[in-house]
C-alpha cells in the first residue's frame, strides 16, 4: 500500500458541477500539498496545508490530521480545470516529500 | 519575478552516457529540490539542497547525484544512464527546505530526458 492514496484516479465532469478529489495518508507529515500539472508537464503548487482549510478562487482544500486525510475541492469546474492533481506529503523526520499518484481531471464543455 | 528556470527543455542521450541539468530558483529562494517523474512510478523525490549543503536524498542510485551553488543555482548529474532513466526531470525552489517551509515552493517547467 502506497503511503499517499489518491481517489479517483480518473474523473470526468460537465462544466459548472462540483468536483472532490480525495488523499490519504499514513505517515506523519509536517505538511501537505496539492500541486496541478498541465499536459506539458508544468506543475504548480496550488495549497500547502497543515491544519484546516484554505480557499484560493474556485479551490477549496481541505486537511483532517487526526484522520490523515484531505480533500481538493473545484467549485463551478471549467474546462481549463483538466489537468492531474497531485497530492503530495512533507515527512516530519526526514523531510522527504511522498506523492500520490495523481488524479486526472477531464472538465467537458 | 522570473520563476524557476531549467534547461535544457528537452535532452536525448545514449546509455551508459551521463548527463547534467541544471536548475535556477526564483532569485532569494535557497532550497532547490530535483524530483523525477516517469509514467510507471509517478514523481519521486531525488534529493533537496539549501545553502549548498545536500540536506535530504530520496531512494535513488549513487548514479544521480547534485550540487548547489553559491548562487543558489543546482545542477543535477546522471551518470552511466540507463533506459529507464528516460523521465522528465522537475526541480522546485523555495525560500526556506520543506521540513521547515511554511511557504509552498514553485516548480520548474522540467527537462524531458530521453535515453536511447
Known amino acids: 500500500k502506497n503511503e499517499v492514496e489518491q481517489s479517483p484516479q480518473n474523473l470526468t465532469a460537465q462544466e459548472g458541477e462540483f468536483i472532490t478529489i480525495n488523499c490519504s495518508y499514513s505517515?506523519?507529515?509536517?505538511?501537505l500539498h496539492w500541486l496541478q500539472q498541465h499536459p506539458g508537464g508544468g506543475i504548480v503548487s496550488l495549497f500547502m496545508?497543515?491544519?484546516g482549510k484554505k480557499k484560493h478562487g474556485r479551490l477549496i482544500a481541505t486537511i483532517n490530521i487526526q484522520e490523515k486525510h484531505s480533500s481538493l475541492h473545484i467549485t463551478a469546474s471549467h474546462p481549463r480545470d483538466s489537468a492531474v492533481y497531485i497530492c503530495a506529503v512533507s515527512g516530519t523526520n526526514a523531510g522527504k516529500s511522498t506523492f500520490g499518484d495523481g488524479t486526472t481531471l477531464t472538465v467537458k464543455p | 519575478k522570473a520563476g524557476v528556470t531549467q534547461t535544457p527543455r528537452y535532452l536525448i542521450k545514449t546509455r551508459g552516457q551521463q548527463v547534467t541539468l541544471s536548475c535556477s530558483p526564483i532569485?532569494?529562494?535557497?532550497?532547490v529540490s530535483w524530483y523525477q517523474q516517469t509514467p510507471g512510478q509517478g514523481l519521486q523525490f531525488l534529493f533537496e539542497?539549501?545553502?549548498?549543503?545536500?540536506?535530504n536524498k530520496g531512494n535513488f542510485p549513487g548514479r544521480f547525484s547534485g550540487r548547489q551553488f553559491s548562487n543558489s543555482r543546482s545542477e543535477m548529474n546522471v551518470s552511466t544512464l540507463e533506459l529507464g532513466d528516460s523521465a522528465l526531470y522537475l526541480c522546485?525552489?523555495?525560500?526556506?527546505?520543506?521540513?521547515?517551509?511554511?511557504?509552498?515552493?514553485?516548480f520548474g517547467s522540467g527537462t524531458r530526458l530521453t535515453v536511447v
Open positions: 532569485s532569494g529562494h535557497r532550497s
Open positions: 496545508l497543515s491544519s
Open positions: 539542497y539549501f545553502s549548498e549543503t545536500q540536506r
Open positions: 522546485a525552489s523555495s525560500l526556506v527546505p520543506r521540513i521547515l517551509a511554511t511557504y509552498g515552493y514553485t
Open positions: 505517515v506523519g507529515i509536517s505538511a
